[in-house]
């Protein structure tokens, strides 16, 4: 059984996806913004495609989170889309904001990987815990 704050960080982190999610999809456009032009030129798809895609993989985020499923799977998604959100967007004004969602998913995934999980990284002499 988790401590009581696992649980306030993995609904807190849900309901922020979530939300962002949501907000995403009311103007994917908008939230391309926030994309550098270098990364743009990347994008196999158009902007707004992109940032529904985005949208989409927020709303399942957030939800697995809410609803105690996965939460590992969850967490690691969370951890990887945000690495590439603060690469692609570079420093601005909500980039502190996108490290502490960080800190707080990457501590959601350790804390609830399953042990069979941790158990391989040490047989495959992965040391990274």
Do not use: C
């Amino acid at each position: 059984m988790h401590k009581t704050s696992f649980h306030i960080l993995r609904v807190g982190l849900a309901i922020t996806f979530l939300w962002i999610g949501i907000l995403i999809f009311k103007a994917p456009e908008a939230w391309g913004g926030f994309i550098s032009p270098w990364a743009l030129k990347l994008l196999p798809v158009s902007i707004e495609q992109a940032m529904i895609g985005t949208a989409f993989l927020d709303i399942i985020v957030g939800a697995l989170l809410l609803f105690d499923t996965f939460v590992w799977v969850a967490a690691l998604a969370a951890t990887i889309h945000l690495i590439i959100v603060l690469a692609v967007s570079g420093i601005n004004e909500v980039t502190v904001r996108d490290i502490a969602i960080l800190a707080g998913a990457t501590a959601l995934f350790f804390d609830s990987m399953p042990a069979s999980f941790i158990e391989k990284l040490y047989f495959n002499k992965i040391k990274i815990l």
